[in-house]
């Protein structure tokens, strides 16, 4: 009959610094399909690091291992996983159970690396064999010694595995527990299934068909108790099934599962990566809504508008050089609108301060005289009353229309068209409201008062030259070509000398403005963004760091998942995706909290905020990539673990 278990010549040694440690010294050994084998000798015979070898857990150092007819040193380290999970069954001393898993999941366990999930179903008929079907939904700190260790024994059993390797299974428990125990491996060695145990009681081998006794890495002697109960062997199927490996969507659930068992950890790495995220959309909402409030109030000053201005000349001694003259007149206004045909609208204007009154309220505030058109020119159509007409300017006629700021301070907010208010003391009817622009960088747009241009000149500000004309220009016109053409023609109409030209007149393109401003609060965003992106880095560091210390707590989970089949990669996608899972989590959790903390600043502070999906959908990508990136060190290092070493480890 051939043998189960065939070992020639093994040797173990371990290399400690300079010194060399021969665990196993030349042992060779048959183990045949049916029996029940107890392996005994002092701590520090050898035994256990036998019984990990037969049950690749570890490795030889020299010599050949059969199991049937696979010889297998030759198979590397994910055809061992294979081997173990479909071949072997392990009962540890220590039971090993996972404390977030009920008995029936710990039992489906090696399930989830056979048949890609853990079938709870499945795991029932085991437990009802060891007498713990009532305990199925128990988690292990629940239950004694004995029933854990039945349950181990029942994980063992449910992948249906040739043999069976049962390291001290009695060591940790009370005598009644242990009768359990025995009597149950016993029950399945009756049935037929191969059984490889390690103890140090005689009692305990006593019970088993044979007894092998060990000293200093050597077998000192080989006894029959009792016949084997023999059964037909099959050899070699171990590498033939195998499974297409866990599906993404049990790899999540196992991650989430596996994060909530330590909800407090995972809290503290969820926060890391919301605190990022958060910041990350609450700024860009910051940033979007600012600019958003910049183009709004930019929008308001008009299209494709170009500003004319006088400039500071140059003097001889104490006097201008004969001949420049830079100044404007309502007259230069109308001669540009003739010579370019591409200037749509020119409007000139006049400004100042002053004071105006209703009652017993008194305002200073910026007054304008300008012509009708220029209600159209910037956007100044009144939301209440009307403009005033070109026969009320040519008349100067005494109406005003006023701004948002004023109508509130001087009116409270109440009706205003209609009343008679004073502006440097003479008496004005005011006939509309302007429309709200709200404030810029250097001043208030809505406090003001418009006046026709005639009014402002002759009866409140004492001017006989316009301070500015505003040209719109056609919008499928090149701008810059236009304010050449037009500074040599009032050069020109002003007889500039040419010296004088450079000087005497300028103009202000305000698509630059809006363009240099649009671009400082892109700028602005960017930097917001940066810095709230460094909170997100600094939450990925987070998570690597508490994943890194998931490992090192999880030592032994991953020696017993590698144990039970798992392979490197399984254990690797294991902890990237908690990770993934981590990050997500924590976007999605930011995302809520960057929404709600930029609705609340709109609300308290009255800071204009817009959140964008495109800024959602950025910090969601950032928050996934993040966890990603900072879980593959981590994982990497959990799927490098020996199983051995990591059953070994504290």
């Given at each position: 009959?051939?043998?189960?278990?065939?070992?020639?010549?093994?040797?173990?040694?371990?290399?400690?610094?300079?010194?060399?440690?021969?665990?196993l010294?030349?042992?060779?050994?048959?183990?045949?399909?049916?029996d029940?084998?107890?392996?005994?000798?002092?701590?520090g015979?050898?035994?256990?690091?036998?019984?990990?070898?037969?049950?690749?857990?570890?490795?030889?150092?020299s010599?050949?291992?059969?199991?049937?007819?696979?010889?297998?040193?030759?198979?590397?380290?994910?055809?061992?996983?294979?081997?173990?999970?479909?071949?072997?069954?392990?009962?540890?001393?220590?039971?090993?159970?996972?404390?977030?898993?009920?008995?029936?999941?710990?039992?489906?366990?090696?399930?989830?690396y056979?048949?890609?999930?853990?079938?709870?179903?499945?795991?029932?008929?085991?437990?009802?064999?060891?007498?713990?079907?009532?305990?199925?939904?128990?988690?292990?700190?629940?239950?004694?010694?004995?029933?854990q260790?039945?349950?181990?024994?029942?994980?063992?059993?449910?992948?249906?595995?040739?043999?069976?390797?049962?390291?001290?299974?009695?060591?940790?428990?009370?005598?009644?527990?242990?009768e359990?125990?025995?009597?149950?491996?016993?029950?399945?060695?009756?049935?037929?299934?191969?059984?490889?145990?390690?103890?140090?009681?005689?009692?305990?081998?006593?019970?088993?068909?044979?007894?092998?006794?060990?000293?200093?890495?050597?077998?000192?002697?080989?006894?029959?108790?009792?016949?084997?109960?023999?059964?037909?062997?099959?050899?070699?199927?171990?590498?033939?099934?195998?499974?297409?490996?866990?599906?993404?969507?049990?790899?999540?659930?196992?991650?989430?599962?596996q994060?909530?068992?330590?909800?407090?950890?995972?809290?503290?790495?969820?926060?890391?990566?919301?605190?990022?995220?958060?910041?990350?959309?609450?700024?860009?909402?910051?940033?979007?809504?600012a600019?958003k409030?910049?183009?709004s109030?930019?929008s308001?000053?008009?299209?494709?508008?170009?500003?004319?201005?006088?400039?500071?000349?140059?003097?001889?001694?104490?006097?201008?050089?004969?001949?420049?003259?830079?100044?404007l007149?309502?007259?230069?206004?109308?001669?540009?609108?003739?010579?370019?045909?591409?200037?749509?609208?020119?409007?000139?204007?006049?400004?100042?301060?002053?004071?105006?009154?209703?009652?017993?309220?008194?305002?200073?505030?910026?007054?304008?005289?300008?012509?009708?058109?220029?209600?159209?020119?910037?956007?100044?159509?009144p939301?209440?009353?009307?403009?005033?007409?070109?026969?009320?300017?040519?008349?100067?006629?005494?109406?005003?229309?006023?701004?948002?700021?004023?109508?509130?301070?001087?009116?409270?907010?109440?009706?205003?068209?209609?009343?008679?208010?004073?502006?440097?003391?003479?008496?004005?009817?005011?006939?509309?409201?302007?429309?709200?622009?709200?404030?810029?960088?250097?001043?208030?747009?809505?406090?003001?008062?418009?006046?026709?241009?005639?009014?402002?000149?002759?009866?409140?500000?004492?001017?006989?030259?316009?301070?500015?004309?505003?040209?719109?220009?056609?919008?499928?016109?090149?701008?810059?070509?236009?304010?050449?053409?037009?500074?040599?023609?009032?050069?020109?109409?002003?007889?500039?000398?040419?010296?004088?030209?450079?000087?005497?007149?300028?103009?202000?393109?305000?698509?630059?403005?809006?363009?240099?401003?649009?671009?400082?609060?892109?700028?602005?965003?960017m930097?917001?963004?940066?810095?709230?992106?460094?909170?997100?880095?600094?939450?990925?560091?987070?998570?690597?760091?508490?994943?890194?210390?998931?490992?090192?707590?999880?030592?032994?989970?991953?020696?017993?998942?590698?144990?039970?089949?798992?392979?490197?990669?399984?254990i690797?996608?294991?902890?990237?995706?908690?990770?993934?899972?981590?990050?997500?989590?924590?976007?999605?959790?930011?995302?809520?909290?960057?929404?709600?903390?930029?609705?609340?600043?709109n609300?308290?502070?009255?800071?204009?905020?817009?959140?964008?999906?495109?800024?959602?959908?950025?910090?969601?990508?950032?928050?996934?990539?993040?966890g990603?990136?900072?879980?593959?060190?981590?994982?990497?290092?959990?799927?490098?673990?020996?199983?051995?070493?990591?059953?070994?480890?504290?």
């Amino acid at each position: 009959m051939k043998p189960l278990i065939r070992l020639d010549h093994i040797d173990k040694v371990y290399q400690m610094g300079d010194n060399t440690l021969k665990v196993l010294d030349d042992v060779s050994l048959v183990i045949e399909e049916g029996d029940f084998v107890a392996i005994m000798g002092p701590s520090g015979s050898g035994k256990s690091t036998l019984l990990n070898l037969i049950g690749c857990l570890d490795i030889a150092t020299s010599g050949q291992y059969a199991f049937g007819d696979q010889d297998i040193s030759t198979l590397n380290e994910d055809q061992l996983a294979y081997f173990r999970r479909h071949e072997l069954g392990f009962i540890f001393q220590q039971f090993n159970l996972l404390s977030f898993f009920t008995a029936s999941e710990n039992v489906a366990l090696p399930l989830l690396y056979s048949e890609g999930k853990i079938d709870k179903e499945k795991s029932l008929p085991y437990l009802e064999g060891v007498g713990l079907l009532d305990r199925s939904h128990h988690l292990p700190r629940e239950m004694s010694g004995g029933q854990q260790q039945r349950v181990a024994i029942a994980r063992a059993l449910v992948n249906n595995p040739r043999l069976i390797l049962a390291d001290e299974p009695t060591g940790n428990l009370d005598s009644q527990s242990e009768e359990q125990v025995i009597s149950i491996l016993k029950k399945l060695n009756d049935q037929g299934m191969t059984i490889v145990m390690v103890t140090h009681e005689d009692e305990i081998g006593e019970k088993c068909k044979r007894i092998v006794r060990m000293r200093d890495g050597r077998i000192l002697s080989d006894k029959r108790n009792r016949p084997i109960h023999q059964k037909d062997f099959q050899p070699g199927l171990a590498l033939e099934k195998k499974h297409a490996g866990l599906t993404l969507n049990e790899h999540f659930r196992q991650g989430l599962k596996q994060l909530l068992s330590n909800k407090i950890r995972t809290f503290l790495s969820v926060l890391g990566v919301l605190i990022g995220v958060a910041s990350v959309v609450t700024m860009l909402a910051i940033g979007k809504g600012a600019q958003k409030a910049i183009e709004s109030q930019l929008s308001s000053l008009g299209a494709n508008i170009l500003v004319l201005r006088t400039g500071a000349m140059r003097s001889s001694g104490s006097a201008l050089e004969a001949g420049a003259t830079a100044l404007l007149y309502p007259e230069d206004a109308a001669a540009i609108k003739a010579r370019f045909p591409q200037i749509v609208a020119s409007a000139p204007n006049v400004d100042g301060r002053g004071q105006a009154s209703f009652k017993n309220k008194n305002w200073n505030t910026q007054i304008m005289g300008v012509i009708p058109e220029y209600k159209d020119l910037r956007s100044y159509q009144p939301q209440e009353g009307r403009f005033f007409t070109e026969e009320e300017n040519r008349k100067r006629a005494r109406v005003a229309v006023i701004g948002a700021t004023l109508h509130r301070e001087l009116f409270g907010g109440k009706p205003a068209i209609g009343e008679t208010i004073k502006i440097n003391k003479n008496n004005f009817l005011v006939i509309g409201i302007l429309p709200e622009k709200g404030a810029t960088g250097w001043r208030d747009q809505d406090d003001i008062i418009m006046v026709p241009l005639q009014t402002g000149m002759k009866r409140l500000l004492g001017k006989t030259t316009v301070d500015s004309i505003d040209l719109q220009v056609d919008e499928n016109t090149d701008m810059s070509g236009v304010e050449d053409e037009v500074l040599d023609f009032i050069n020109t109409r002003h007889k500039i000398p040419e010296s004088q030209k450079e000087e005497a007149f300028r103009i202000h393109n305000m698509a630059d403005i809006q363009k240099a401003i649009s671009s400082s609060s892109q700028t602005m965003t960017m930097l917001l963004t940066v810095i709230a992106a460094v909170s997100l880095l600094v939450g990925g560091i987070g998570i690597m760091n508490i994943m890194l210390v998931s490992v090192t707590e999880r030592t032994k989970e991953i020696g017993l998942r590698k144990a039970i089949g798992a392979t490197r990669k399984d254990i690797l996608y294991q902890f990237l995706v908690e990770s993934v899972v981590v990050g997500i989590v924590g976007g999605i959790a930011g995302i809520l909290t960057g929404g709600f903390l930029a609705i609340l600043l709109n609300t308290l502070t009255g800071w204009a905020t817009a959140i964008s999906p495109m800024s959602i959908v950025i910090s969601f990508v950032f928050s996934l990539i993040i966890g990603l990136i900072f879980g593959v060190y981590p994982a990497r290092s959990a799927s490098k673990l020996h199983p051995i070493e990591a059953l070994r480890s504290d």
